[in-house]
Each structure stands twice: as structure tokens, then as C-alpha cells.
């Protein structure tokens, strides 16, 4: 189970709060939404889970040994690199570029029809191809949690179920 515990942060030098004294649970396994007005702290949230900020108070307890992946509400992909390049640039980071995790991958693209891609560059894609692109990135480290922020939002409907019904 994961542990929320009293967290609060607070930005702009102790003036505004972005969570204040938030505490829940949840379940082991399952989809859990959070859901909230612009600027509620729902990324906040998601930042101090994965270890991008730090909490002022409070604390979050995960099982032991748990991997998370985090997708941004921004793609961040690499200008630079390929699609295939991108989606597999924790595998390459990690030294783990194997022949399963290659399949894995590749099986992903063609799920989420980005296969025929693989070789463009992120300029030659749309929005929603793009934000796809970031979420098989993510996925492709086989998380234990995967936390989206916002995943949906550059997808059009019928893309949109397709993605979440995988």
C-alpha cells in the first residue's frame, strides 16, 4: 500500500501553499485519479511521489523495492533522436537494451500506432503522437507505478480510448 501522510508544500518563499497537510492510502494494485482545478497541486503531488521536490512536511511510504515511472504533462522528447530513440533512452541510460526489452518496446509502438514512426524525428509528429511516444518511454522501464500527469490531455477522443483500454 502507498502511504500519503500530512504533506504539505509550499512555494514562493512560505506564501503560497500548493498541499497543505494532504494524507491518504491506496491500494496496491488499481487505477487511482486525482483529480482537481488548475493549481491544486495534483503535479505537486505527483513531483514529491517521484522524487522531483521535496515535501516542507509530511512524508510518503512506499513498499520496498518499488520502481515508478513518471510521465510529464510535457512530452520532453529529444529533438535530436528518432522516436525509437527516445522511447528507448531509459533502457539505454540503464544498460538494459535487451532483446526482450527491444520487443517489449516495439510491440508498444505498433499498439499505439507509432511503429511506422519509429525512425521520424518528434517535429514530424502531431501532439497526441508525441504525448503517446512519451508514455511508451515511460512504460518501457516496466515500472511497479506509473504515475501520468495529464497523459491524456494532447489526444483526440478515439485515440484517447484506445490508449487507456491497453
Given at each position: 500500500?502507498?502511504?500519503?501522510?500530512?504533506l504539505t508544500k509550499i512555494y514562493d518563499k512560505n506564501s503560497t501553499?500548493?498541499?497543505?497537510?494532504?494524507?491518504?492510502?491506496?491500494?496496491?494494485?488499481?487505477?487511482?485519479?486525482?483529480?482537481?482545478?488548475?493549481?491544486?497541486?495534483?503535479?505537486?503531488?505527483?513531483?514529491?511521489?517521484?522524487?522531483?521536490?521535496?515535501?516542507?512536511?509530511?512524508?510518503?511510504?512506499?513498499?520496498?523495492?518499488?520502481?515508478?515511472?513518471?510521465?510529464?504533462?510535457?512530452?520532453?522528447?529529444?529533438?535530436?533522436?528518432?522516436?525509437?530513440?527516445?522511447?528507448?533512452?531509459?533502457?539505454?541510460?540503464?544498460?538494459?537494451?535487451?532483446?526482450?526489452?527491444?520487443?517489449?518496446?516495439?510491440?508498444?509502438?505498433?499498439?499505439?500506432?507509432?511503429?511506422?514512426?519509429?525512425?521520424?524525428?518528434?517535429?514530424?509528429?502531431?501532439?497526441?503522437?508525441?504525448?503517446?511516444?512519451?508514455?511508451?518511454?515511460?512504460?518501457?522501464?516496466?515500472?511497479?507505478?506509473?504515475?501520468?500527469?495529464?497523459?491524456?490531455?494532447?489526444?483526440?477522443?478515439?485515440?484517447?480510448?484506445?490508449?487507456?483500454?491497453?
Open positions: 500500500m502507498i502511504k500519503i501522510e500530512n501553499p500548493a498541499l497543505d497537510n494532504v494524507s491518504f492510502s491506496l491500494p496496491n494494485k488499481g487505477f487511482v485519479f486525482i483529480l482537481g482545478k488548475s493549481g491544486s497541486g495534483k503535479s505537486t503531488l505527483l513531483n514529491i511521489i517521484c522524487g522531483l521536490t521535496n515535501a516542507k512536511s509530511g512524508n510518503y511510504i512506499l513498499p520496498e523495492n518499488t520502481s515508478i515511472g513518471y510521465m510529464l504533462q510535457h512530452d520532453h522528447l529529444f529533438e535530436w533522436r528518432t522516436i525509437f530513440e527516445n522511447v528507448t533512452l531509459g533502457l539505454e541510460i540503464q544498460n538494459n537494451m535487451t532483446t526482450e526489452n527491444i520487443e517489449y518496446v516495439e510491440s508498444l509502438l505498433k499498439s499505439y500506432g507509432l511503429y511506422d514512426f519509429k525512425d521520424k524525428k518528434p517535429s514530424e509528429l502531431s501532439g497526441g503522437m508525441r504525448q503517446r511516444a512519451a508514455l511508451i518511454r515511460t512504460m518501457a522501464l516496466h515500472p511497479d507505478i506509473l504515475l501520468l500527469d495529464e497523459p491524456f490531455s494532447a489526444l483526440d477522443y478515439q485515440t484517447r480510448l484506445m490508449v487507456s483500454s491497453d
